[in-house]
Nanobody
Framework: QVQLVESGGGLVQAGDSLRLSCVVS????????LGWFRQAPGRERESVAA????????DYVDSVKGRFTISKYNGEHMVYLQMNSLQFEDTALYYC??????????????????WGQGTQVTVSS
């Protein structure tokens, strides 16, 4: 089992920044990849970014490249999502998720086994 708890969401204006955090706990985390996903009302859950447990490998969806940064420090049980130049279209419930299968970090929600409850990000235009 892996438990994930997100925090850091809020209401901001377009152009502002936010940093989301996710605390990861559970047994045998050495081969776990982590991802951030989001879901806006009426839309399907979509990927944002993913990172390996060591923090050395990352991947991003095209719409956030250059604006968002996923990070994790080796030895820490936390994963972060720094979001800069936020846009109205970034408004969504943001989820942290864990993939126990290792390998390259995946951007596919179906590859993730455990999910947090989400933290709301609202960007006013």
């Amino acid at each position: 089992q892996v438990q994930l708890v997100e925090s850091g969401g809020g209401l901001v204006q377009a152009g502002d920044s936010l940093r989301l955090s996710c605390v990861v706990s559970g047994a045998d985390l050495s081969n776990v990849n982590l991802g951030w996903f989001r879901q806006a009302p009426g839309r399907e859950r979509e990927s944002v970014a993913a990172i390996s447990w060591t923090g050395r490998r990352t991947d991003y969806v095209d719409s956030v490249k250059g604006r968002f940064t996923i990070s994790k420090y080796n030895g820490e049980h936390m994963v972060y999502l720094q979001m800069n130049s936020l846009q109205f279209e970034d408004t969504a419930l943001y989820y942290c998720a864990a993939d126990r299968h290792g390998g390259a970090p995946s951007l596919l929600p179906k590859d993730y086994d455990y999910w947090g409850q989400g933290t709301q990000v609202t960007v006013s235009s």
